[in-house]
């Protein structure tokens, strides 16, 4: 029996890098993803892992899922030293002889930090502090009825209510609604009494009712108009409102198909042990 690492062989040193791998695999269980073809290593692969220098794979496990590379340790002080580690291969990256362009690019949004309020609290904004809700860049009021019943849902029932961004100038101009106007519009409408949900108006409601209404949180930020110009400004109310895709109307009631069944099968439970 070899008496330390450094003696033993190549072969003996991957038995023993993929055993510890298995073991500590076994305390912190991974989900099994099976490595895409776009993915698969080679024995022989040179290796991107972080600072490792001369990562070459020198064996493959369990179809791909688990490699093993041999690398030079730099240690400050001390002699570089040969080793061998197992690691997950989502982990690691083939080390690519021509690098494609840069893609990623900083994103305008970089800046906004968002903070927590009370619906109230943004709505009496609106209200006491006359927040302008027209900037030429955009759109009309244009939700529907039925737009603002779903919104009003929403809020009714604690469900996500998006997040709003406001422009903030100079004295004697005030906040202006970037992100969120028609959105805000509908809550403002319906605690004034404006807007009606189900039959019921905010003054109608029970203090109860109304109370959590008010304290229901969501995420806002503030541009300063003085930090951004105009085409920030611009580009960033394009970014805003670029992302996301709304559900189709088949996939909603495809959830909501699933979700019958649930109570269905929850229902069915439930009389079994009466």
């Not at 030293?81 to 994103?107: A, I, M, N």
């Not at 009003?152 to 469900?159: A, C, K, V």
């Not at 961004?165 to 969120?180: A, K, L, Q, S």
């Amino acid at each position: 029996m070899k008496s330390s690492q450094e003696n033993l062989s190549l072969k003996e040193r991957i038995v023993n890098s993929y055993a510890n791998y298995v073991n500590n695999r076994e305390l912190y269980p991974p989900k099994a993803f099976p490595v895409p073809a776009t993915r698969l290593l080679q024995v022989g692969d040179s290796i991107e892992l972080g600072f490792l220098k001369d990562s070459v794979v020198v064996a493959l496990h369990e179809a791909g899922e688990a490699v093993t590379i041999r690398y030079t340790a730099i240690e400050k002080g001390a002699k570089d030293q040969d080793r061998v580690g197992t690691w997950h291969w989502s982990q690691l990256r083939k080390k690519l002889e021509v690098q494609p362009s840069h893609l990623v690019q900083e994103s305008v949004l970089k800046g906004l930090t968002f903070s927590s309020s009370e619906i109230s609290a943004l709505t009496r904004m609106m209200l006491l502090q006359g927040v302008c809700d027209k900037p030429d860049f955009q759109r009309d009021y244009v939700w529907t009825p039925t737009d603002k019943a779903s919104y009003l849902e929403s809020y009714f029932e604690g469900r996500e209510l998006g997040r709003f961004i406001f422009i903030r100038y100079d004295f004697p101009n005030g906040e202006v609604v970037f992100d969120g106007k028609q959105r805000l519009s509908t809550l403002v409408d319906f605690m004034t009494s404006n807007l009606d949900y189900k039959g019921t108006y905010w003054h109608e409601l029970s203090c109860r009712d109304r109370t959590y209404l008010e304290m229901r949180n969501v995420q806002f930020a503030t541009l300063r108009s003085n930090n951004v110009s105009r085409i920030d400004l611009l580009k960033i109310f394009l970014a805003v409102n670029a992302g996301g895709v709304p559900q189709t109307p088949a996939h909603l009631q495809f959830v909501c198909k699933l979700l019958a069944q649930e109570q269905a099968k929850l229902a069915q439970q439930l009389d079994a042990k009466e």
